[in-house]
Protein backbone atom coordinates (compact mmCIF):
# COMPACT_ATOMS: atom_id res chain seq x y z
CA UNK A 1 0.00 0.00 0.00
CA UNK A 2 2.95 2.61 0.86
CA UNK A 3 4.54 1.55 -2.54
CA UNK A 4 1.06 2.34 -4.19
CA UNK A 5 0.73 5.56 -2.67
CA UNK A 6 4.10 6.68 -3.06
CA UNK A 7 3.68 6.02 -6.77
CA UNK A 8 0.64 8.22 -7.12
CA UNK A 9 2.42 10.90 -5.47
CA UNK A 10 5.24 10.61 -8.17
CA UNK A 11 2.34 10.91 -10.66
CA UNK A 12 0.67 13.52 -9.61
CA UNK A 13 3.58 15.42 -8.69
CA UNK A 14 4.43 14.98 -12.79
CA UNK A 15 3.57 18.07 -15.26
CA UNK A 16 0.92 16.74 -17.55
CA UNK A 17 2.27 19.74 -20.03
CA UNK A 18 5.93 18.10 -19.54
CA UNK A 19 4.68 15.10 -20.39
CA UNK A 20 3.33 15.69 -23.68
CA UNK A 21 5.84 17.52 -24.54
CA UNK A 22 8.66 14.70 -23.40
CA UNK A 23 6.27 11.99 -25.76
CA UNK A 24 6.79 14.57 -28.56
CA UNK A 25 10.54 14.87 -28.48
CA UNK A 26 10.93 10.97 -27.96
CA UNK A 27 8.65 10.35 -30.65
CA UNK A 28 10.37 12.55 -32.75
CA UNK A 29 14.10 11.30 -31.45
CA UNK A 30 13.33 7.85 -33.50
CA UNK A 31 13.30 10.18 -36.59
CA UNK A 32 16.78 9.55 -38.97
CA UNK A 33 19.64 11.24 -39.44
CA UNK A 34 22.99 11.41 -40.21
CA UNK A 35 23.80 7.80 -39.12
CA UNK A 36 22.28 4.26 -38.55
CA UNK A 37 22.08 4.13 -34.79
CA UNK A 38 22.80 0.82 -32.95
CA UNK A 39 19.88 -0.29 -30.32
CA UNK A 40 21.53 1.59 -27.16
CA UNK A 41 22.46 4.37 -28.83
CA UNK A 42 18.98 4.68 -29.92
CA UNK A 43 17.33 3.96 -26.44
CA UNK A 44 19.76 6.50 -24.82
CA UNK A 45 18.57 9.70 -27.44
CA UNK A 46 15.09 8.70 -26.60
CA UNK A 47 15.96 8.86 -22.97
CA UNK A 48 17.80 11.87 -23.40
CA UNK A 49 15.23 13.50 -25.53
CA UNK A 50 12.08 12.22 -23.46
CA UNK A 51 13.87 13.82 -20.32
CA UNK A 52 14.37 17.13 -23.07
CA UNK A 53 11.30 17.47 -23.98
CA UNK A 54 9.71 17.22 -20.21
CA UNK A 55 11.77 19.84 -19.13
CA UNK A 56 10.62 22.45 -21.82
CA UNK A 57 7.19 21.40 -21.57
CA UNK A 58 7.20 22.12 -17.60
CA UNK A 59 9.18 25.05 -17.94
CA UNK A 60 6.50 26.24 -20.26
CA UNK A 61 4.13 25.67 -17.66
CA UNK A 62 5.86 27.30 -15.12
CA UNK A 63 6.10 30.31 -17.36
CA UNK A 64 2.95 30.29 -17.79
CA UNK A 65 1.83 30.59 -14.61
CA UNK A 66 4.43 32.60 -13.63
CA UNK A 67 2.96 35.24 -15.76
CA UNK A 68 -0.59 34.79 -13.95
CA UNK A 69 -2.34 33.31 -17.08
CA UNK A 70 -5.42 31.49 -16.87
CA UNK A 71 -4.88 27.45 -15.81
CA UNK A 72 -8.00 24.96 -15.75
CA UNK A 73 -8.72 24.15 -12.22
CA UNK A 74 -6.57 21.48 -9.91
CA UNK A 75 -9.08 19.02 -10.07
CA UNK A 76 -9.81 19.43 -13.98
CA UNK A 77 -6.16 19.31 -14.78
CA UNK A 78 -5.43 15.87 -12.75
CA UNK A 79 -9.04 14.52 -14.72
CA UNK A 80 -6.81 15.92 -17.87
CA UNK A 81 -3.42 14.07 -17.49
CA UNK A 82 -4.73 10.57 -17.74
CA UNK A 83 -6.71 10.92 -21.70
CA UNK A 84 -3.07 12.86 -22.68
CA UNK A 85 -1.39 10.76 -21.05
CA UNK A 86 -2.54 7.88 -23.22
CA UNK A 87 -2.63 10.27 -26.50
CA UNK A 88 1.03 10.91 -25.95
CA UNK A 89 1.75 6.86 -25.47
CA UNK A 90 -0.12 6.29 -28.55
CA UNK A 91 2.28 9.14 -30.75
CA UNK A 92 4.84 7.29 -29.04
CA UNK A 93 3.64 3.54 -29.64
CA UNK A 94 3.36 4.67 -33.37
CA UNK A 95 6.26 6.37 -33.91
CA UNK A 96 8.31 3.21 -32.60
CA UNK A 97 6.41 1.35 -35.06
CA UNK A 98 8.07 3.54 -38.15
CA UNK A 99 11.32 3.73 -36.38
CA UNK A 100 12.74 0.48 -37.62
CA UNK A 101 12.02 1.82 -41.74
CA UNK A 102 13.34 5.13 -40.62
CA UNK A 103 16.54 3.37 -40.02
CA UNK A 104 15.81 1.75 -43.08
CA UNK A 105 16.27 5.11 -45.39
CA UNK A 106 20.03 5.83 -43.66
CA UNK A 107 21.33 1.99 -44.23
CA UNK A 108 19.90 2.16 -47.59
CA UNK A 109 21.31 5.20 -48.34
CA UNK A 110 24.79 4.14 -47.69
CA UNK A 111 23.77 0.43 -49.24
CA UNK A 112 23.95 -1.35 -46.18
CA UNK A 113 21.39 -4.62 -45.14
CA UNK A 114 17.76 -3.48 -43.72
CA UNK A 115 17.38 -3.85 -39.98
CA UNK A 116 15.61 -6.65 -38.33
CA UNK A 117 12.99 -4.20 -36.63
CA UNK A 118 13.05 -2.22 -33.74
CA UNK A 119 13.45 -3.71 -30.12
CA UNK A 120 10.13 -1.80 -29.11
CA UNK A 121 10.05 -2.70 -25.74
CA UNK A 122 13.71 -2.50 -24.71
CA UNK A 123 13.88 0.34 -26.32
CA UNK A 124 10.83 2.34 -24.15
CA UNK A 125 12.04 0.37 -21.40
CA UNK A 126 15.29 1.71 -21.53
CA UNK A 127 14.54 5.45 -22.47
CA UNK A 128 12.33 5.41 -19.41
CA UNK A 129 14.47 4.13 -17.07
CA UNK A 130 17.14 7.07 -18.29
CA UNK A 131 14.47 9.65 -18.15
CA UNK A 132 13.62 8.90 -14.61
CA UNK A 133 17.04 8.83 -13.51
CA UNK A 134 17.41 12.12 -15.08
CA UNK A 135 14.18 13.86 -13.74
CA UNK A 136 15.86 12.68 -10.32
CA UNK A 137 18.80 14.48 -10.58
CA UNK A 138 16.71 17.73 -12.01
CA UNK A 139 14.30 17.35 -8.80
CA UNK A 140 17.63 17.32 -6.81
CA UNK A 141 18.99 20.28 -8.09
CA UNK A 142 15.48 21.42 -7.55
CA UNK A 143 15.38 20.54 -3.83
CA UNK A 144 19.34 22.04 -3.25
CA UNK A 145 18.04 25.44 -4.92
CA UNK A 146 15.52 25.49 -2.33
CA UNK A 147 17.18 24.95 0.60
CA UNK A 148 19.87 27.68 -0.06
CA UNK A 149 17.13 30.10 -1.12
CA UNK A 150 14.97 29.33 2.18
CA UNK A 151 17.82 29.72 4.04
CA UNK A 152 18.84 32.93 2.23
CA UNK A 153 15.63 34.92 2.66
CA UNK A 154 16.81 35.74 6.09
CA UNK A 155 19.40 37.74 4.90
CA UNK A 156 18.49 38.78 1.47
CA UNK A 157 14.83 39.56 -0.16
CA UNK A 158 13.48 36.71 -1.68
CA UNK A 159 13.82 37.15 -5.19
CA UNK A 160 17.20 37.34 -4.44
CA UNK A 161 17.30 34.34 -2.28
CA UNK A 162 15.91 32.47 -5.35
CA UNK A 163 18.45 33.14 -7.97
CA UNK A 164 21.05 32.81 -5.28
CA UNK A 165 19.79 29.50 -4.53
CA UNK A 166 19.89 28.46 -8.47
CA UNK A 167 23.52 29.91 -9.05
CA UNK A 168 24.76 27.94 -6.13
CA UNK A 169 23.23 25.12 -6.83
CA UNK A 170 24.65 25.27 -10.67
CA UNK A 171 27.97 25.64 -9.12
CA UNK A 172 27.72 22.94 -7.12
CA UNK A 173 26.58 20.58 -9.59
CA UNK A 174 29.20 22.06 -12.12
CA UNK A 175 31.62 21.37 -9.90
CA UNK A 176 30.82 17.46 -9.54
CA UNK A 177 30.56 17.21 -12.58
CA UNK A 178 33.89 18.78 -14.05
CA UNK A 179 35.74 18.34 -10.85
CA UNK A 180 34.93 14.26 -10.07
CA UNK A 181 33.37 13.03 -12.64
CA UNK A 182 34.69 14.30 -15.95
CA UNK A 183 38.23 14.33 -14.36
CA UNK A 184 37.71 10.62 -13.16
CA UNK A 185 36.90 9.14 -16.68
CA UNK A 186 39.55 11.46 -18.39
CA UNK A 187 41.26 10.32 -16.25
CA UNK A 188 40.93 6.53 -16.51
CA UNK A 189 40.61 6.89 -20.40
CA UNK A 190 44.42 8.16 -20.38
CA UNK A 191 45.36 5.26 -18.31
CA UNK A 192 43.62 2.98 -20.39
CA UNK A 193 44.23 4.81 -24.12
CA UNK A 194 48.21 5.46 -22.47
CA UNK A 195 48.28 1.61 -22.00
CA UNK A 196 47.03 0.76 -25.12
CA UNK A 197 49.86 3.01 -26.95
CA UNK A 198 52.44 1.08 -25.18
CA UNK A 199 51.43 -2.11 -26.62
CA UNK A 200 53.81 -3.53 -28.96
CA UNK A 201 51.97 -5.70 -31.12
CA UNK A 202 54.30 -8.95 -31.30
CA UNK A 203 54.14 -9.39 -35.29
CA UNK A 204 54.91 -5.51 -35.17
CA UNK A 205 59.02 -5.77 -35.37
CA UNK A 206 61.21 -2.65 -35.56
CA UNK A 207 62.29 -1.90 -38.93
CA UNK A 208 65.58 -3.73 -40.26
CA UNK A 209 66.91 -0.70 -42.73
CA UNK A 210 68.76 2.44 -40.97
CA UNK A 211 66.83 4.56 -42.51
CA UNK A 212 63.89 3.70 -41.19
CA UNK A 213 62.45 5.78 -38.04
CA UNK A 214 62.51 3.38 -35.23
CA UNK A 215 65.56 1.46 -36.70
CA UNK A 216 68.52 0.80 -34.26
CA UNK A 217 69.95 3.74 -36.08
CA UNK A 218 67.18 6.08 -35.48
CA UNK A 219 67.08 8.75 -33.00
CA UNK A 220 64.00 7.86 -32.46
CA UNK A 221 63.21 4.51 -30.24
CA UNK A 222 61.23 1.92 -31.49
CA UNK A 223 59.78 1.52 -28.09
CA UNK A 224 58.99 5.58 -28.13
CA UNK A 225 56.94 5.54 -31.16
CA UNK A 226 53.56 4.47 -29.40
CA UNK A 227 51.35 1.81 -30.87
CA UNK A 228 50.23 4.47 -34.09
CA UNK A 229 53.37 5.50 -34.40
CA UNK A 230 54.77 1.95 -34.89
CA UNK A 231 51.97 1.11 -36.99
CA UNK A 232 52.33 4.52 -39.35
CA UNK A 233 56.25 3.41 -39.52
CA UNK A 234 55.99 -0.17 -40.22
CA UNK A 235 52.65 -0.80 -42.40
CA UNK A 236 53.31 1.57 -45.61
CA UNK A 237 53.78 0.17 -48.71
CA UNK A 238 58.21 -0.79 -49.25
CA UNK A 239 59.68 -0.25 -52.56
CA UNK A 240 59.56 -4.16 -53.61
CA UNK A 241 55.46 -3.46 -53.52
CA UNK A 242 55.45 -0.38 -55.27
CA UNK A 243 57.67 -1.83 -58.40
CA UNK A 244 55.68 -4.66 -58.21
CA UNK A 245 52.52 -2.76 -59.11
CA UNK A 246 54.19 -0.26 -61.04
CA UNK A 247 56.57 -2.01 -63.30
CA UNK A 248 58.65 0.58 -63.17
CA UNK A 249 61.81 1.58 -60.43
CA UNK A 250 60.31 3.30 -57.12
CA UNK A 251 61.82 4.87 -54.04
CA UNK A 252 61.29 3.52 -50.21
CA UNK A 253 58.63 6.03 -49.11
CA UNK A 254 60.13 7.91 -45.64
CA UNK A 255 57.99 8.00 -42.62
CA UNK A 256 59.05 10.30 -39.53
CA UNK A 257 56.85 9.80 -36.52
CA UNK A 258 57.68 10.78 -32.95
CA UNK A 259 55.62 9.81 -30.21
CA UNK A 260 54.83 11.20 -26.78
CA UNK A 261 57.45 9.02 -25.03
CA UNK A 262 60.19 10.08 -27.50
CA UNK A 263 61.02 13.67 -25.30
CA UNK A 264 58.80 15.39 -22.80
CA UNK A 265 58.06 19.05 -24.16
CA UNK A 266 56.61 19.76 -27.41
CA UNK A 267 59.68 21.56 -28.16
CA UNK A 268 61.96 18.72 -27.53
CA UNK A 269 59.90 16.45 -30.10
CA UNK A 270 59.72 18.53 -32.36
CA UNK A 271 63.15 19.26 -32.75
CA UNK A 272 62.93 15.46 -32.60
CA UNK A 273 61.37 15.33 -35.73
CA UNK A 274 63.53 17.80 -37.47
CA UNK A 275 66.56 16.01 -36.57
CA UNK A 276 65.14 12.50 -38.11
CA UNK A 277 64.01 14.11 -40.87
CA UNK A 278 67.33 15.60 -42.40
CA UNK A 279 69.03 12.01 -40.79
CA UNK A 280 66.36 10.31 -43.03
CA UNK A 281 66.54 12.42 -45.99
CA UNK A 282 63.56 13.75 -46.10
CA UNK A 283 64.24 16.89 -47.31
CA UNK A 284 65.73 15.67 -50.53
CA UNK A 285 62.55 13.98 -51.49
CA UNK A 286 60.19 15.53 -54.44
CA UNK A 287 57.16 15.71 -51.89
CA UNK A 288 56.80 16.27 -48.16
CA UNK A 289 53.90 15.33 -45.84
CA UNK A 290 53.45 16.96 -42.71
CA UNK A 291 50.77 14.91 -41.28
CA UNK A 292 48.56 16.00 -38.34
CA UNK A 293 47.17 13.00 -36.77
CA UNK A 294 44.05 12.38 -34.85
CA UNK A 295 43.97 12.36 -30.82
CA UNK A 296 45.20 9.20 -30.86
CA UNK A 297 48.34 9.36 -32.74
CA UNK A 298 46.54 7.55 -35.77
CA UNK A 299 47.10 8.79 -39.15
CA UNK A 300 44.79 7.32 -41.68
CA UNK A 301 46.79 5.03 -43.60
CA UNK A 302 44.98 5.38 -47.04
CA UNK A 303 45.84 9.50 -47.09
CA UNK A 304 49.45 8.33 -46.83
CA UNK A 305 49.34 4.91 -48.60
CA UNK A 306 47.69 6.96 -51.69
CA UNK A 307 49.80 9.60 -52.30
CA UNK A 308 53.15 7.28 -52.21
CA UNK A 309 52.08 5.36 -54.68
CA UNK A 310 50.72 8.15 -57.00
CA UNK A 311 54.42 9.75 -56.48
CA UNK A 312 56.16 6.32 -56.58
CA UNK A 313 57.64 6.28 -53.27
CA UNK A 314 59.38 9.85 -53.64
CA UNK A 315 57.39 10.52 -50.67
CA UNK A 316 58.58 11.92 -46.97
CA UNK A 317 55.59 12.44 -44.20
CA UNK A 318 56.33 13.02 -40.61
CA UNK A 319 53.90 13.25 -38.07
CA UNK A 320 53.82 14.25 -34.05
CA UNK A 321 51.98 12.38 -31.70
CA UNK A 322 50.28 14.88 -29.07
CA UNK A 323 47.84 12.67 -27.20
CA UNK A 324 46.82 9.13 -25.92
CA UNK A 325 42.80 9.80 -26.39
CA UNK A 326 40.66 9.38 -28.94
CA UNK A 327 40.04 12.96 -30.92
CA UNK A 328 36.61 13.77 -29.53
CA UNK A 329 38.11 13.45 -25.67
CA UNK A 330 41.31 15.00 -26.67
CA UNK A 331 39.47 17.74 -28.04
CA UNK A 332 37.38 18.33 -24.70
CA UNK A 333 40.34 17.98 -22.07
CA UNK A 334 43.55 19.13 -24.27
CA UNK A 335 41.86 21.33 -26.74
CA UNK A 336 45.09 23.31 -27.54
CA UNK A 337 47.61 20.87 -26.96
CA UNK A 338 47.16 19.54 -30.76
CA UNK A 339 47.09 22.66 -32.02
CA UNK A 340 50.53 23.91 -30.31
CA UNK A 341 52.04 20.61 -30.87
CA UNK A 342 50.96 20.85 -35.01
CA UNK A 343 51.82 24.72 -34.80
CA UNK A 344 55.48 24.26 -33.35
CA UNK A 345 55.82 21.42 -35.96
CA UNK A 346 54.81 23.76 -39.20
CA UNK A 347 57.28 26.68 -38.17
CA UNK A 348 60.01 24.47 -37.67
CA UNK A 349 59.87 22.39 -40.73
CA UNK A 350 58.54 25.74 -42.55
CA UNK A 351 61.78 27.69 -41.40
CA UNK A 352 63.93 24.62 -42.59
CA UNK A 353 62.20 24.52 -46.02
CA UNK A 354 62.55 28.38 -46.47
CA UNK A 355 66.31 28.04 -46.16
CA UNK A 356 66.89 25.33 -48.71
CA UNK A 357 67.36 26.64 -52.48
CA UNK A 358 63.48 26.51 -54.13
CA UNK A 359 64.83 24.36 -57.05
CA UNK A 360 66.53 21.76 -54.63
CA UNK A 361 63.33 21.70 -51.73
CA UNK A 362 60.78 19.08 -52.05
CA UNK A 363 56.70 20.36 -52.41
CA UNK A 364 55.58 20.72 -49.48
CA UNK A 365 51.69 19.97 -48.27
CA UNK A 366 49.30 19.00 -45.16
CA UNK A 367 47.47 16.51 -44.33
CA UNK A 368 44.50 15.90 -41.27
CA UNK A 369 41.73 13.82 -40.92
CA UNK A 370 39.09 14.84 -38.20
CA UNK A 371 40.80 16.19 -35.09
CA UNK A 372 43.97 16.51 -37.43
CA UNK A 373 42.71 18.15 -40.22
CA UNK A 374 41.35 20.90 -37.35
CA UNK A 375 45.14 21.09 -35.60
CA UNK A 376 46.69 21.52 -39.44
CA UNK A 377 44.51 24.23 -40.34
CA UNK A 378 45.82 26.17 -37.01
CA UNK A 379 49.66 24.98 -37.93
CA UNK A 380 49.32 27.44 -40.80
CA UNK A 381 48.79 31.17 -40.96
CA UNK A 382 48.43 32.73 -44.75
CA UNK A 383 49.98 35.92 -43.99
CA UNK A 384 53.02 34.02 -42.16
CA UNK A 385 53.40 31.90 -45.69
CA UNK A 386 51.95 34.69 -48.35
CA UNK A 387 55.56 35.58 -50.08
CA UNK A 388 56.53 31.38 -50.19
CA UNK A 389 53.56 29.51 -49.57
CA UNK A 390 53.61 25.58 -49.15
CA UNK A 391 52.08 23.91 -52.55
CA UNK A 392 48.79 22.89 -50.86
CA UNK A 393 46.86 20.77 -48.51
CA UNK A 394 44.37 17.86 -48.33
CA UNK A 395 42.14 18.02 -45.14
CA UNK A 396 39.65 15.14 -44.56
CA UNK A 397 36.60 15.22 -42.38
CA UNK A 398 36.99 19.05 -40.97
CA UNK A 399 35.17 19.36 -37.67
CA UNK A 400 32.28 21.90 -37.38
CA UNK A 401 34.75 23.61 -35.17
CA UNK A 402 37.14 24.23 -37.97
CA UNK A 403 36.92 28.06 -38.14
CA UNK A 404 39.05 28.22 -41.77
CA UNK A 405 37.02 25.55 -43.23
CA UNK A 406 33.74 27.55 -41.96
CA UNK A 407 34.75 30.90 -43.00
CA UNK A 408 34.88 29.26 -46.85
CA UNK A 409 31.75 27.45 -46.24
CA UNK A 410 29.68 30.86 -45.29
CA UNK A 411 31.38 32.75 -48.42
CA UNK A 412 30.51 30.23 -50.65
CA UNK A 413 29.22 31.17 -54.40
CA UNK A 414 25.59 31.34 -54.05
CA UNK A 415 23.78 28.33 -55.17
CA UNK A 416 26.01 25.62 -54.12
CA UNK A 417 24.94 23.41 -51.00
CA UNK A 418 26.93 23.76 -47.66
CA UNK A 419 27.60 20.57 -47.93
CA UNK A 420 29.33 20.83 -51.34
CA UNK A 421 30.42 24.10 -51.83
CA UNK A 422 32.25 26.31 -54.69
CA UNK A 423 34.84 28.94 -53.59
CA UNK A 424 35.05 31.35 -56.18
CA UNK A 425 36.61 30.31 -59.10
CA UNK A 426 38.08 27.29 -57.14
CA UNK A 427 41.48 27.90 -58.03
CA UNK A 428 42.96 27.83 -54.33
CA UNK A 429 39.95 25.58 -52.46
CA UNK A 430 37.79 22.84 -53.97
CA UNK A 431 35.37 20.46 -52.49
CA UNK A 432 34.87 16.77 -53.06
CA UNK A 433 33.09 13.94 -51.75
CA UNK A 434 32.86 10.17 -52.72
CA UNK A 435 30.50 11.25 -55.36
CA UNK A 436 32.72 14.21 -57.22
CA UNK A 437 35.95 14.71 -57.31
CA UNK A 438 37.98 18.05 -57.18
CA UNK A 439 38.57 17.92 -60.91
CA UNK A 440 34.68 19.54 -62.22
CA UNK A 441 35.93 23.57 -62.28
CA UNK A 442 37.40 25.49 -65.61
CA UNK A 443 39.60 27.46 -63.62
CA UNK A 444 43.14 26.58 -63.21
CA UNK A 445 45.08 25.66 -60.15
CA UNK A 446 47.23 28.52 -58.55
CA UNK A 447 50.83 28.12 -56.60
CA UNK A 448 48.35 26.79 -53.58
CA UNK A 449 45.89 24.31 -54.06
CA UNK A 450 43.58 23.37 -51.22
CA UNK A 451 40.97 20.17 -51.35
CA UNK A 452 38.46 19.73 -48.41
CA UNK A 453 37.52 15.54 -48.27
CA UNK A 454 33.81 16.06 -46.58
CA UNK A 455 30.98 13.40 -46.74
CA UNK A 456 27.35 15.08 -46.68
CA UNK A 457 26.88 12.22 -43.76
CA UNK A 458 29.82 12.85 -41.87
CA UNK A 459 28.02 14.60 -38.32
CA UNK A 460 31.55 15.47 -37.24
CA UNK A 461 31.84 17.86 -40.03
CA UNK A 462 28.12 19.16 -39.98
CA UNK A 463 27.19 19.03 -36.22
CA UNK A 464 25.86 22.48 -35.66
CA UNK A 465 25.07 23.90 -32.09
CA UNK A 466 22.52 26.44 -33.88
CA UNK A 467 20.39 23.23 -34.64
CA UNK A 468 19.04 23.59 -31.18
CA UNK A 469 16.45 26.47 -32.77
CA UNK A 470 17.12 26.60 -36.65
CA UNK A 471 17.81 24.02 -39.45
CA UNK A 472 20.95 23.22 -40.56
CA UNK A 473 21.74 24.92 -43.93
CA UNK A 474 22.66 21.32 -45.12
CA UNK A 475 19.16 20.16 -44.93
CA UNK A 476 18.39 22.08 -47.86
CA UNK A 477 17.42 21.22 -51.34
CA UNK A 478 19.61 19.68 -52.89
CA UNK A 479 20.92 17.48 -50.15
CA UNK A 480 23.75 15.43 -50.22
CA UNK A 481 23.45 11.71 -52.23
CA UNK A 482 23.95 9.91 -48.72
CA UNK A 483 21.59 12.06 -46.38
CA UNK A 484 18.09 10.53 -45.93
CA UNK A 485 15.25 12.08 -47.57
CA UNK A 486 13.00 11.42 -44.73
CA UNK A 487 15.46 13.74 -42.32
CA UNK A 488 13.50 16.26 -40.48
CA UNK A 489 14.56 19.44 -38.42
CA UNK A 490 12.77 19.65 -35.13
CA UNK A 491 13.98 21.87 -32.33
CA UNK A 492 16.09 20.76 -29.85
CA UNK A 493 15.77 17.03 -30.88
CA UNK A 494 17.90 17.39 -34.24
CA UNK A 495 20.80 18.54 -31.86
CA UNK A 496 20.45 15.83 -29.71
CA UNK A 497 20.45 13.65 -32.95
CA UNK A 498 23.12 14.80 -34.34
CA UNK A 499 25.48 14.74 -31.37
CA UNK A 500 24.05 10.97 -31.11
CA UNK A 501 25.52 10.56 -34.39
CA UNK A 502 29.05 11.91 -33.74
CA UNK A 503 28.75 8.78 -31.61
CA UNK A 504 28.45 6.36 -34.17
CA UNK A 505 30.30 8.08 -36.90
CA UNK A 506 33.23 5.58 -37.19
CA UNK A 507 30.75 2.95 -37.06
CA UNK A 508 29.35 3.79 -40.84
CA UNK A 509 30.58 2.09 -43.33
CA UNK A 510 33.74 2.93 -45.55
CA UNK A 511 32.78 5.96 -48.11
CA UNK A 512 30.29 7.19 -45.16
CA UNK A 513 29.51 8.98 -42.20
CA UNK A 514 33.54 9.85 -40.78
CA UNK A 515 35.18 7.23 -42.31
CA UNK A 516 37.11 8.19 -45.74
CA UNK A 517 37.98 5.67 -48.27
CA UNK A 518 41.73 5.65 -49.81
CA UNK A 519 39.57 5.43 -53.24
CA UNK A 520 38.66 9.04 -52.46
CA UNK A 521 42.25 10.08 -51.07
CA UNK A 522 43.66 9.17 -54.51
CA UNK A 523 41.00 11.59 -56.11
CA UNK A 524 41.68 13.93 -53.84
CA UNK A 525 45.61 13.43 -53.71
CA UNK A 526 45.61 13.81 -57.71
CA UNK A 527 44.89 16.98 -57.63
CA UNK A 528 46.48 18.51 -55.07
CA UNK A 529 49.66 16.90 -55.82
CA UNK A 530 49.33 17.04 -59.38
CA UNK A 531 51.48 13.60 -60.04
CA UNK A 532 53.02 12.78 -63.70
CA UNK A 533 51.77 9.58 -65.69
CA UNK A 534 48.75 8.41 -64.15
CA UNK A 535 45.92 8.29 -66.93
CA UNK A 536 42.32 7.48 -65.81
CA UNK A 537 42.83 3.88 -66.37
CA UNK A 538 45.87 3.70 -63.77
CA UNK A 539 44.09 5.51 -61.47
CA UNK A 540 41.53 2.89 -61.88
CA UNK A 541 44.11 0.25 -61.41
CA UNK A 542 45.44 1.45 -58.07
CA UNK A 543 42.04 2.07 -56.55
CA UNK A 544 41.83 -1.30 -57.00
CA UNK A 545 45.16 -2.60 -55.82
CA UNK A 546 44.64 -0.44 -52.51
CA UNK A 547 41.15 0.32 -52.37
CA UNK A 548 38.73 -0.20 -49.13
CA UNK A 549 35.14 0.08 -50.81
CA UNK A 550 32.88 -2.97 -51.63
CA UNK A 551 31.50 -2.62 -54.97
CA UNK A 552 28.29 -0.18 -55.15
CA UNK A 553 25.19 -1.10 -56.92
CA UNK A 554 24.41 1.85 -58.23
CA UNK A 555 24.83 6.10 -57.99
CA UNK A 556 23.01 8.98 -57.01
CA UNK A 557 21.49 12.25 -59.28
CA UNK A 558 22.74 14.58 -56.94
CA UNK A 559 19.96 16.99 -58.13
CA UNK A 560 17.16 14.29 -57.71
CA UNK A 561 18.03 12.11 -55.62
CA UNK A 562 17.32 9.00 -57.11
CA UNK A 563 19.39 5.62 -57.86
CA UNK A 564 21.01 5.55 -61.33
CA UNK A 565 22.64 2.72 -63.40
CA UNK A 566 25.94 4.46 -64.18
CA UNK A 567 27.48 6.24 -61.13
CA UNK A 568 29.16 9.00 -63.68
CA UNK A 569 25.70 10.41 -63.78
CA UNK A 570 26.36 12.12 -60.79
CA UNK A 571 29.60 13.84 -61.78
CA UNK A 572 27.65 14.93 -65.09
CA UNK A 573 24.57 16.28 -63.26
CA UNK A 574 25.77 18.05 -60.19
CA UNK A 575 26.30 21.63 -60.38
CA UNK A 576 27.03 23.05 -63.48
Known amino acids: MRILTGIKRQWHSLSATGLVFGALFFAVSLTPSLIPRPFLLQAVLSGVALAAGYGVGASFRWLWGYMELAVPPERVQRILKWPLAVLSLGVAVAFLRQAATWQDSVRMMMEMEPVEGVHIVGLGVVALLLFVLLLALARLFRAIARWIAQHSKRVVPRRIANVLGILVAFLLFWALIDGLATRAVFNTFEASFQQLDALIEPEMAPPESAAATGSEASLVDWRDLGRQGRRFVALGPGQRELEDFLGQPAMQPVRVYVGLNSAETIDERVALALAEMKRTGAFERSVLVIVTPTGTGWVDPGAIDSIEYLHRGDVASVAVQYSYLPSWLSLMAQPEYGAETARELFQAIYRYWTDLPSDQRPRLY ?117 VSPSLRWFPVVTLLQLGADIAAADAAPVGYGHRYATEHYIDAWREVSNPTGWADEEIQRLKSRIGDLPPRSGSVDVEAGEQLPIRETIRDHAFR
Open 366 to 482: LQGLSLGALNSQRSMDIWDIVGDPVHGALWSGPPFRSTTWRWITDHREPGTPAWLPRFRDGSVVRFSNQYIPPDRFDAHWGPLRIVYLQYASDPITFFEPEALYRAPEWMSEPRGPD
